[in-house]
């Protein structure tokens, strides 16, 4: 079992349209959960980050913790073709160590 | 500077050969990350720096990949008798401080081993 798993996708979405990325973790320990977006070519960059369970809002973006289910999900409202890239979920235990999924790649059609 | 930065953008080597890859971290963070990255698949940790000393090298895959950061600042990701398999991107990422939310990442060095 992967330690941080993610369906690879595509998920395609029409413009406007919300779109829903997930992530389940292994480490029961875990204590931080972060959502990076790559885009083609690119290094990724942080979106949002969440420590408790429950739902942290930012803009047109929601992160979703249940650390009893290890699920950690993303939703984009009002998605636009430029949230078109790859969504990295990570995961950060006790020590230094941050774990990627392998992403979700999210298309946005206009 | 202003960001991450990571020398050289791209490096092509022959198998057996050594490589040193180069990273600048953002001034005054003292936390510093090693990542690889193979196509399709989210960054795999590497090693942690905080500061000059190693904290986590429980990443690095084995002996012949070795990373420094002898002041605190810079860091190289040194890698021996290279191998076809080591052809990946290698991120670097940094942040203020051990407990600080936000790494940033370099744009990574592209390493091809042929």
């Known amino acids: 079992q992967k330690e941080v798993e993610q369906n690879s996708g595509p998920l395609s979405v029409p413009e406007g349209a919300i779109a829903s990325l997930n992530c389940t973790y292994s480490d029961r320990g875990s204590q931080s959960f972060f959502w990076y977006r790559q885009y083609s070519g690119k290094s990724p960059e942080l979106i949002m980050f969440i420590y408790s369970n429950g739902d942290k809002e930012d803009g047109r973006f929601t992160a979703q913790l249940n650390k009893a289910s290890q699920y950690v999900s993303l939703l984009i409202r009002d998605s636009q073709p430029s949230d078109s890239a790859t969504y990295l979920c990570a995961v950060k235990g006790g020590g230094f160590k941050t774990i990627f999924g392998a992403g979700t790649r999210l298309f946005v059609k206009a | 500077g202003a960001g991450v930065s990571q020398t050289p953008s791209n490096k092509v080597t022959e198998k057996g050969k050594y490589v040193e890859l180069r990273c600048d971290p953002i001034s005054g963070h003292t936390a510093l990350y090693w990542y690889r990255q193979s196509l399709g698949q989210g960054p795999e940790f590497l090693i942690y720096?905080?500061?000059?000393?190693?904290?986590?090298d429980s990443g690095l895959p084995n002996d012949r990949f070795f990373a420094v950061r002898p002041e605190g600042s810079v860091s190289t990701l040194k890698i021996q008798r290279t191998e076809r398999g080591d052809s990946a991107v290698y991120l670097c990422?940094?942040?203020?401080?051990?407990?600080?939310?936000?790494?940033?990442f370099g744009q990574g060095t592209r390493l091809t081993v042929v």
């Open positions: 990422a940094s942040s203020l401080t051990t407990g600080d939310t936000e790494a940033f």
């Open positions: 720096f905080q500061g000059t000393g190693a904290a986590d």
